[in-house]
C-alpha cells in the first residue's frame, strides 16, 4: 500500500512539472495561435458556402482543431520526454529513488491535461466563429451545438490520447532527435485514414478485384497494428443530426484506451530497460 502511495505522489509530481512546462513552453501559445488561424479559416469558409454556411464551417473548424492538438500534443512529448532523454537531463531525474513509470505516466497525463486545456479553448473558440457564421443566415438543416458538438471535441481529445501514447514509446526507443515527431505525424494521419481504405477495399475496390485481392491481407494484418482513429470522428451528430449508435461509441472509445494503455505499457518497458551513460 506504502508502494502505490508512493508512487502516486511521484506521478504527481512529474504531472505538476509538465503542467508548468507546458504552459511556459511556447508550442502551447504557438498551437494556440495556429488554432485560432485555423478557426478563423474555418469562420471564412462559411463564406463561400452558398446553402449550409454552419455546416461547412464546423467541418473546416474540427479538422483544424484535431491538427492542432496533433502538433501539440506529439511537440509536447518530443519536449517533455525525447528531448530529455536525448539530452541526458532524465539521468539527473532518475537519479533520485524515482520509479521510471511514475516519470512516464506522470508525463503522459500532464500532455493530456494540457491538451484537454486547448481543446477546450479552441472548442470554444470553434462554437463562437459557427455561431457567428449563421448570425445572418438561417440554413434548413441547423447545427447543434449543444451536446453534440461538445461530444465531437471528447473524440478529438481520446484521438490526440492515443497519438500522443505512440509517440511516447516511440520516444523511449528513439536515439534520433526528430523521430517521435515524424512516427507521431504519420501515425496520426494513417490512424485516421485507415477507416476510409478498410472500406473502399473491402467494398471490391469499385471493380478493381486484383488490387483488393492483393492488398486485401495486408490490411487485415494492419488493422490488427494500428487503430481506426476514425471511429472516433463523431462530427455527423453536431454537423447533421446525425447520432452515433451508443454500442459503437463505447466501442470506438474503450479501443483508444486500450490502444493508449498498451502504448504506455510497451514504452514503460522500452524505458525500464534502457540504459543512459
Known amino acids: ?18 503542467w ?25 469558409s462559411a463564406s463561400f458556402s452558398p446553402r449550409q454556411p454552419l455546416t461547412v464551417a464546423l467541418d473546416v473548424g474540427l479538422s483544424g482543431l484535431r491538427v492542432s492538438l496533433v502538433l501539440f500534443a506529439i511537440t509536447l512529448v518530443q519536449d517533455l520526454v ?30 493530456l491535461a494540457l491538451a484537454g486545456v486547448a481543446a477546450l479553448i479552441l472548442g470554444l473558440l470553434l462554437w463562437i466563429a459557427v455561431m457567428m457564421s449563421g448570425a445572418n443566415y438561417d440554413q434548413q438543416f441547423r447545427v447543434q451545438l449543444g451536446l453534440p458538438f461538445w461530444v465531437a ?34 501515425f496520426a494521419i494513417g490512424g485516421r485514414a485507415l477507416g476510409a481504405v478498410f472500406d473502399f477495399v473491402s467494398r471490391g475496390a469499385e471493380g478493381q478485384v486484383d488490387l483488393a485481392a492483393r492488398y486485401g491481407p495486408l490490411l487485415d494484418v494492419i488493422r490488427w497494428l494500428l ?25 470506438a472509445a474503450a479501443m483508444a484506451v486500450a490502444y493508449a494503455m498498451l502504448m504506455i505499457g510497451l514504452a514503460i518497458h522500452a524505458f525500464s530497460r534502457r540504459e543512459f551513460s
Open 20 to 44: 508548468r512546462s507546458g504552459f511556459r513552453n511556447r508550442v502551447f501559445f504557438a498551437v494556440l495561435l495556429l488554432g485560432v488561424a485555423l478557426v478563423g479559416v474555418a469562420y471564412l
Open 153 to 186: 471535441i471528447f473524440g478529438v481529445w481520446l484521438d490526440i490520447a492515443v497519438v500522443a501514447a505512440f509517440t511516447l514509446w516511440i520516444a523511449t526507443l528513439s536515439t534520433v532527435t526528430m523521430l517521435p515527431l515524424a512516427l507521431g505525424a504519420v
Open 82 to 111: 525525447g528531448r530529455e532523454i536525448e539530452q541526458r537531463s532524465v539521468v539527473l531525474t532518475l537519479s533520485y529513488p524515482t520509479h521510471r513509470s511514475a516519470y512516464l505516466i506522470g508525463r503522459y497525463c500532464g500532455v
Open 1 to 18: 500500500m506504502r508502494a502505490f502511495r508512493l508512487l502516486g505522489l511521484q506521478m504527481l509530481q512529474f504531472f505538476l512539472s509538465s
Open 227 to 251: 487503430p481506426d482513429l476514425s471511429r472516433l470522428d463523431w462530427r455527423a451528430w453536431p454537423m447533421y443530426g446525425l447520432p452515433p449508435d451508443l454500442p459503437t461509441m463505447g466501442l
